[in-house]
């Protein structure tokens, strides 16, 4: 049995970044980065829908050690995909992916110090194992198998097409064509706009808005800083530019959130006009950032609903018909394409089943360290971004922080590494304080935090910053053996 001293589970931006810290800071580690698909990228190769796009800067979604180059701080998919390739490409990290191999299960020995992982193989699936003394766990936190797609009556009904942007068909001809986009989230907002330049018609039906924010696709000072700087610079620079920016708008939303509620419909009432029914269309029923705010690039959502391509319709649905869906209020929206974009499903650990000594590990009975391991599991790094923020500041951190502590390690002869939840006074929080539906619907299966670190997750890169690329690597919760 083949056996690496750590293992990467996902080839997509967290999996990537976590091989090129491994090549900078732990040389001498054997490693190898296993990919449930046959293609890198994660999201960025998943998603395919019209007009997929990041929803936060490239400056702060792009890694730390890669200048991102693009005039477009909003990008799209395949520049975002194209972007994680050529940094696996540039490092040689692409020839250590192994595609078409998931990961079913890992199990810990404690007198072997290792993982001893099984994974399925090509079409077959046929099986096979590694053993890894380190598990790096980059698998992202939604289901890639299935979105959530609710049961909707009469569905069977419906004369036309129905698509989940998680699965867009390439064949799907919507041209000229009547299309319902169900949601309200940032798929939506991204979909609705790009399919509305074709469509004769895009409604999207919504029971309740959310908050969305016009920003520039383009981000000026980033532009003149790249002209009279070197690019590494400025690219820095724009980065904690927007970080900082990013810090202030959440703690303004979290101390004064009537204040900006009013800052975010004065925006929307500026795009629209004042005559458009902003009230029942884009004022939500929960304050700014107890979801993830919407950003809107260029205003080109609101543009498509201004020149009347894009029709907001804020109702509920009662059933599917042939001809479309059939409102509660009685109203028929008619369709010939029907656009799911519901949400996803969230799983923890990318559905890897774990083991510590022959005991199953039941994720809701674990404790989340420094948003990063598990309570009582050892040897194993999870990444999981931020909510607040982009993704990658937060996979970023917990790469620098777990190279730091396989060196440690090294140094002093350690086999393993095990977060201990052994301060009683310790309460359980949920893992996240969101209310999106996505989250909300998956609580239940997923690790609980602290009320106190190093268990509490701050969503606060300066605290992480802090914490996790300069802090001390011993701690009273970490148990290391020899």
């Known amino acids: 049995m083949e056996e690496l001293d750590v293992l990467v589970v996902g080839a997509g931006l967290s999996g990537i970044g976590a091989a090129w810290h491994l090549q900078k800071h732990c040389p001498g580690k054997s490693w190898a980065i296993v990919e449930a698909r046959e293609a890198s990228g994660g999201t960025w190769d998943l998603f395919r829908y019209p007009g997929v796009r990041s929803d936060s800067d490239m400056y702060t979604l792009g890694y730390r050690f890669r200048p991102w180059k693009d005039a477009q701080a909003i990008a799209d998919g395949p520049s975002i995909l194209s972007y994680v390739r050529d940094v696996a490409r540039d490092h040689g990290i692409d020839r250590r992916i192994r595609y078409s191999h998931r990961v079913v299960s890992a199990a810990w020995s404690t007198p072997d110090a290792r993982w001893t992982v099984v994974l399925e193989c090509g079409p077959d699936r046929a099986r096979t194992t590694i053993a890894c003394r380190f598990l790096w766990m980059c698998s992202g936190y939604y289901r890639y198998e299935s979105g959530h797609d609710p049961v909707f009556p009469g569905r069977e009904s419906f004369a036309g097409r129905i698509v989940h942007p998680q699965f867009w068909p390439q064949d799907l001809e919507y041209a000229g064509k009547k299309v319902v986009v169900i949601g309200s989230g940032a798929t939506a907002v991204t979909l609705a706009p790009a399919m509305a330049d074709t469509a004769t018609h895009v ?255 701050y969503q606060n890169y300066l605290l992480d910053l802090i914490t996790l690329r300069y802090g001390r690597l011993t701690d009273p919760t970490l148990e290391f053996a020899k």
């Open 203 to 457: 409604a999207m039906l919504q029971r309740s808005p959310t908050w969305m924010v016009s920003r520039p696709a383009v981000d000026a000072m980033a532009e003149r800083l790249k002209r009279r700087l070197p690019l590494g610079l400025a690219y820095a620079l724009t980065r904690w530019k927007n970080v900082l920016m990013g810090m202030y708008v959440y703690r303004m939303c979290k101390r004064r959130p009537e204040r900006v509620a009013k800052l975010l419909l004065g925006g929307v009432r500026q795009e629209l006009g004042r005559d458009y029914d902003v009230a029942t269309h884009f004022t939500p029923r929960y304050d700014p950032w107890n979801q993830r705010l919407c950003l809107v690039p260029d205003g080109d959502f609101f543009r498509a609903v201004k020149a009347g391509r894009l029709e907001m319709v804020t109702d509920t649905i009662d059933r599917f018909v042939p001809s479309g869906i059939a409102l509660k209020s009685g109203r028929t929206l008619d369709a010939d394409v029907i656009v799911t974009a519901t949400g996803l499903e969230l799983q923890p650990l990318g559905g890897t089943r774990l083991s510590v000594d022959g005991v199953p590990v039941e994720p809701p009975r674990t404790t989340i360290w420094r948003g990063m391991m598990y309570s009582d599991v050892p040897n194993l790094v999870s990444v999981f971004g931020y909510t607040n923020a982009s993704w990658t500041l937060k996979a970023d951190l917990v790469s620098e922080h777990t190279c730091r502590l396989l060196n440690h390690m090294e140094r002093h002869g350690y086999r393993q590494i095990t977060p201990r939840r052994n301060d009683p006074s310790v309460t359980d929080e949920p893992f996240v304080d969101f209310s999106s539906g996505y989250i909300q619907r998956a609580l239940a299966s997923q690790p609980k935090q602290g009320s106190k670190r190093p268990w509490k997750l």
